[in-house]
């Protein structure tokens, strides 16, 4: 009796060496991120998989100060419109002064922002913590394995909760990341 033959290796992408090495780098920087960030803890999450690794946005492990800067200009797109409207010269100087005269003016420059931020809390002064409250959750919800989400959310030590991330439509989510990272610099590729 004759066997059939194994097409399956016909069906496997081939993989060069340079892509098989990049993998495994990126495999590394990412399990020491999740390692520095859960520490101790790590064992409470259910395990990692390759697909986790492979689901972390380039984004999420970069420095602290490059994941804060992220999270306040998605909160600054984030509030854009409600910005471009807005009277109180102080509350935009106080903003610019977070995200960068040049990024500020770009993130009003944004075409077709729906108005979707909520009011500015009471406390005039708490610019950051507003932008950055809103653009973690943006970060958060930008992100599809869980496991990611709680490690981006443990990182930017948000207050929010999941539920608020699963508010925010995906697809707005993904936009105003994407339009972050181009107005920071990075590619927007590193958006999964």
């Known amino acids: 009796m004759r066997r059939a033959a194994d097409t399956t290796l016909a069906l496997r992408p081939v993989v060069t060496p340079d892509e098989a090495r990049r993998t495994r780098a990126w495999n590394v920087r990412v399990a020491t991120w999740l390692d520095e960030v859960w520490g101790d803890e790590a064992g409470t999450l259910p395990p990692f998989t390759w697909e986790t690794l492979s689901a972390v946005p380039g984004w999420a492990v970069g420095t602290p100060a490059e994941l ?5 200009l998605c909160g600054a797109l984030f509030a ?14 106080r903003v610019r002064a977070l995200v960068g005269a040049d990024a500020l003016d770009q993130v009003l420059a944004v075409p077709g922002l729906p108005m979707q931020a909520p009011t500015w809390p009471q406390d005039a002064r708490a610019e950051r913590d507003t932008l950055h409250a809103w653009g973690g959750t943006l ?42 990272l181009g107005i920071a610099g990075k590619e927007t590729e590193a958006v999964r």
């Open 68 to 72: 804060e800067r992220l999270a306040l």
């Open 80 to 93: 854009a419109p409600a910005l471009r409207v807005c009277l109180d010269a102080g509350l935009l100087i």
């Open 139 to 180: 970060l958060v919800a930008s992100v599809a394995d869980p496991r990611v989400q709680a490690t981006v959310h443990r990182v930017l030590d948000l207050r929010s909760t999941a539920a608020d991330a699963r508010a925010v439509p995906v697809s707005v989510a993904l936009r105003l990341v994407r339009l972050a």
